[in-house]
Nanobody, 123 residues
């Protein structure tokens, strides 16, 4: 497994979770790293992206102001801080990498996916 996602769980609406994406195989800071989610019966959706080497980030409109993506090169980890969670955020969340060195979020081609972590928002 080249990417490992963790941090999912069950929270009440309005709660917070922080997802982590790490790798023991390669340094994330040189690539575009994205978070995706897939709810039952729905297509996979891109949620956020970061390319640390050029300080480029992107988040989908539906989570702007609630989710923040960041990277910690020392820990070789990309985080997705999720605040003000809503039931519609319930999904399996995956992280992925564009393994072209120097890749950026704009035009990213994600080819390496990690296993998912379940996020459930329910009262």
């Amino acid at each position: 497994v080249q990417l490992q996602a963790s941090g999912g769980g069950k929270v009440q609406p309005g709660g917070s979770l922080r997802l982590s994406c790490g790798s023991s195989k390669f340094s994330l800071e040189y690539y575009a790293i994205g978070w995706f989610r897939q709810a039952p019966g729905k297509e996979r959706e891109g949620v956020a992206c970061i390319s640390s080497h050029d300080s480029n980030t992107w988040t989908v409109d539906s989570v702007k102001g609630r989710f923040t993506i960041s990277g910690d090169s020392g820990k070789n980890t990309v985080f997705l801080q999720m605040n003000s969670l809503k039931p519609e955020d319930t999904a399996v969340y995956y992280c992925a990498a564009d393994r072209r060195v120097g890749s950026s979020c704009a035009g990213a081609q994600f080819s390496t996916y990690g296993q998912g972590t379940q996020v459930t928002v329910s009262s």
